[in-house]
């Protein structure tokens, strides 16, 4: 099977109802999306399909055939995953860090949907992310920050 996964062709032998997030984890070595509920309640194994959140953890490998999938790894220059990453930097965002990266690509749909959102629109839009150790009022500060940056470009 092939999958596109940041702008690159995977391929790889697995279960076709292997979960995506055992595929980026287990086979393809992209360990920055994290496991955590397991059941798509707690948003930590958040990535993007076809620009979309979706928890990694709850799609099997054939829904996600023929999609482009982002994840945190991916890595462009000037892109808004680039400035969602240096304001969660900026901000001092993580606690212990696990649920972030999943924030922060929640963050990433949820501004590609919506790039100028208001502080209700940003909480209800980050709302299905869990974070245990409370870092909400930071994560909405660094996604605040990089909607006052791209004001003023
Ligand atoms: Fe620890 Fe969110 S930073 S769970």
Redesign the pocket.
Same mark, same amino acid.
């Given at each position: 099977m092939t999958l596109n996964i940041n702008n690159q062709d995977h391929t790889f032998e697995a279960d076709a109802n292997m979960p995506l997030l055992w595929v980026l984890r287990d086979l393809l070595e992209m360990t920055g999306t994290k496991y955590a509920c397991g059941i798509g309640q707690c948003g930590a194994c958040t990535v993007l399909v076809d620009g979309k959140a979706a928890r990694s953890c709850s799609i099997p490998i054939t829904s996600a055939l023929g999609k482009k999938i982002t994840t945190i790894e991916h890595s462009e220059p000037n892109s808004l995953l680039r400035s969602l990453k240096d304001a969660w930097v900026e901000n001092d965002t993580? =606690? %212990?860090?696990? %649920? =972030?990266s999943g =924030?922060i690509m929640n963050a990433l749909a949820l501004l590609k949907q919506n790039p100028n959102p208001t502080e209700e629109e940003i909480e209800l839009g980050m709302r299905g992310n869990?974070?245990? %150790?409370g870092?909400y009022p930071r994560i909405k500060k660094s996604i605040q920050l990089v909607i006052q940056k791209n004001k003023k470009l």
């Open positions: 993580p =606690q %212990c860090g696990y %649920c =972030q =924030q869990i974070c245990r %150790c870092t």
